[in-house]
């Protein structure tokens, strides 16, 4: 996953705008709440005005009813008891405004009921004492009983009102600090939410400012790489289209129109409009293989044949796949490429390849001929000269044993030149079955084979153990065979030669002469003591047909290491000669691990 950082996201500018909308509404809460509690306290405030007016009405209707009584009994007067009978609707109706004004605060709800079980008993008082005196039966000492405690009562009702008022004093109090506290820290917490929400937004204008420039240099360098790739495309020979699967519109490159034969932009983009273009053969099949786009998110390469507005042929190859872009939408980016040259030389290699096959035909005839037809007649000339030699070899003049005896040669030579040919021959085949096989049963059948002249040269072959390989078996016999051979032929005359075959595992890095890489490889060194050659014809020496030695110092073909050096390649190896005269050679033979 790769490492973005935040502040160059574009998630970035969203959380800066989230958090200042949100300090937004923090200050408008904040600002509400403070608009609220005002709002409370000015109420309250307004209550408690309204409380305490009530009150002191509350105590003045009951007042009047105690001043109308008063006066009634001095003057007999019933005029004066009419501010009494008001009294008692006027008492109720504001003791209920009382109640409803403080209906919030349990306090003085419990203090309405104490001043209302004092009113209701005063007014009790009251009545008895004027029932009394109306009906003119009464006895001074209850009458005066009745107003003492008709006063007392009345103290009461005016101590409970004070507490009333005293309460809703210290309840406005209360209220006033928490609406002071609440003024406290208010401008300063708006205060910094503002700062805070400044400093986001300068910090979102610095990276929309930095943005823009990088927007402006990222388009400045888009337009570069459009008109490069618009240039790639008219040097590639190829063209580019989309299409969106939002909209199902196609999008062409301008020089997929110019591979078409026309000008940029020159109709509308559309599969119907290429299709126009594709040969008629090949529609169908251009069809079947463009369906899979709507369900694929690849599109196979595939070749086709389209005819240009000009009226000329030519090959194209088609690929692409779906892509995602930035804003979530699926395109699918496809290229066409004019591939008309390499089909002509796909086509003209396909013709080499069937004149080749053609040819190793012919070449497997020449070996059919060579092991059969041409040996049959060989074997003729040898046996015929075989009887002459044993019959007439006397009878002939010296010149003609001369002629007869270069005739075997000749003919012996030709045997071994015709076995050597079908031998490399072999070791060309395209059947090569490889089989894990022991190189060191595979030495001792190449030491058999070659018994009777390593007997005859009392030769000495020592070798370590050899690998255990994935090899082609008779090839790698023929290798040993040849190398101990040659080792054998160009041996020094009276002195025993002595043949070391050594085997290590080393690393390619490990060797100047191969390549550079890790690849293991099994070492084998073939080194005697014989003529040795000059090191500038090492490599000559794996050329077919070429010699160091004159025919008549040494026998051989100029086959035998040229077949050596094609084995080892067969097995996907390297082989390399090192000589020095008159002291031997070595032959290095690296085979893959």
Known sequence: MKYIQLHKSPVFLKIIFVISVAIIFFIGGITFKHITVLKKSSAFVSNSHEVNAELERLISYIKDAETGQRGYLLSNDKSFLTPYHNSKDLVRKSFKRVSRLTAHS????????????????????????????????????????????????????????EDMMITQQKLLKNRQKEYELTMNYTPLLIYLTLITTL???????????????????????????????????????FGSWQLNFETNTYTFSDNEYRLLGCEPQSFVASLEAYLNFIHPEDLEYVIENTKSILTDNDLAPFTYRIIRKDGEIRHFRTLGRTVTIASGDKTFIG??????????????????????????????????????????????????????????????????????SSIQSSANRMRILIQDLLQFSR???????????????????????????????????????????????????QLFTNLISNSLKYSKEDTTPIIKI??????????????????????????????????????????LFNRLHNKNEYEGTGIGLAICKKIVENHKGFIFAKGTTNEGATFTIYLPA
């Open 106 to 161: 349990r306090t003085q709800q419990s203090n309405l009921k104490k001043l209302l079980y004092f009113i209701n008993k005063r007014q009790n008082y009251l009545s008895k004492s004027l029932y009394m005196i109306e009906q003119g039966k009464y006895e001074k000492n209850i009458l005066k009983n009745n107003l003492i405690i008709g006063k007392q009562t009345m103290d009461s009702i005016r101590h409970k009102v």
């Open 199 to 237: 400093i986001l937004i300068t910090i979102a204008f610095i990276k929309m400012n930095r943005d823009l420039v990088l927007l402006k240099i990222t388009i400045n360098t888009l337009s570069v790489a459009n008109e490069a790739s618009n240039l790639a495309e008219i040097v590639g020979g």
């Open 335 to 404: 290229t066409t490429s004019d591939v008309t040259e390499e089909v002509y030389a796909q086509k003209f290699i396909e013709d080499r390849n069937r004149e080749l096959e053609s040819n190793n035909k012919e070449l497997t005839a020449f070996n059919y001929i060579a092991s059969h037809d041409l040996q049959e007649p060989l074997r003729k000339i040898e046996t015929f000269l075989s009887r002459l030699v044993s019959k007439d070899y006397d009878n002939l003049s010296k010149a003609g044993q001369q002629y007869v």
């Open 427 to 477: 070791t060309n085949k395209a059947e090569k079955v490889f089989e894990e096989a022991d190189l060191n049963s595979l030495l001792e059948n190449s030491k058999q084979e070659l018994a009777q002249i390593i007997e005859d040269k009392k030769a000495l072959i020592e070798n370590n153990e050899l690998p255990i390989l994935n090899v082609i078996p008779f090839q790698i016999q």
């Open 502 to 543: 050594n085997c290590s595992t080393i690393v390619a890095n490990e060797e100047e002469i191969l390549p550079s890489n890790n690849t293991k490889y099994h070492k084998i060194t073939v080194a005697d003591n014989g003529i040795g050659f000059e090191q500038e014809y090492a490599k000559k020496i794996f050329i």
